[in-house]
T-cell receptor, first 108, second 114 residues
């Protein structure tokens, strides 16, 4: 299984754009890249999933370069409620292996 | 659409006692997962079911943990006997079983072993 590496923590301010980069050098050909968000005392919540190039939904954008060895989750104009842990996962056919995640702290 | 339901929400037991957690996945979801999340860590996969069958239980401590998924729907996770280090949040998730990795999680059961 491809191992992912992402920053342990990040700080931001309200209204800023936040970019969290995940490294996955050993990604397999058929692997998808998926990001989850987790608030305290809740289960992880699916944010976005992509295979290549760029994916955008109402919550975030996911940028994947051509070599697919990294990916960047972009959160536009964050608010205090975006303070959470963000996990980058790489896998296929429902294989969900979580790493340490990135603890994002949004300040006023 | 109803989400993944888990019960109980909280449980406190003494070490060496037994405990069971229940999960009802989203209707029609073929894949069901149980995760253990220790405070400050990412969720750790304990067992993954595809319908009735076990796909992956490589990290399930089989001497004390057991799980079943009857009729490919509901699932129970049991710990017997519990140890202090089993204190954690136990998360259940389900997915359609497609090629990707989109899953839906329940709120979890917080277990405290004293």
């Amino acid at each position: 299984l491809a191992k992912t590496t992402q920053p342990i923590s990040m700080d931001s301010y309200e209204g800023q754009e936040v970019n969290i980069t995940c490294s996955h050098n050993n990604i397999a050909t058929n692997d998808y890249i998926t990001w989850y968000q987790q608030f305290p005392s809740q289960g992880p919540r699916f944010i976005i999933q992509g295979y290549k190039t760029k994916v955008t939904n109402e919550v975030a954008s996911l940028f994947i370069p051509a070599d697919r060895k990294s990916s960047t989750l972009s959160l536009p104009r964050v608010s205090l409620s975006d303070t959470a842990v963000y996990y980058c996962l790489v896998g296929q056919w429902g294989k969900l292996i979580f790493g340490q995640g990135t603890e994002l702290s949004v300040k006023p | 659409e109803a989400g993944v339901a888990q019960s109980p929400r909280y449980k406190i037991i003494e070490k060496r006692q037994s405990v069971a957690f229940w999960c009802n996945p989203i209707s029609g979801h073929a894949t069901l997962y149980w995760y253990q999340q220790i405070l400050g860590q990412g969720p750790k996969l304990l067992i993954q079911f595809q319908n009735n069958g076990v796909v992956d239980d490589s990290q399930l401590p089989k001497d004390r943990f057991s799980a079943e998924r009857l009729k490919g729907v509901d699932s129970t996770l049991k710990i017997q006997p519990a140890k202090l280090e089993d204190s954690a949040v136990y998360l259940c998730a389900s997915s359609t079983g497609s090629m990707g990795t989109e899953a839906f999680f329940g709120q979890g059961t917080r277990l405290t072993v004293v």
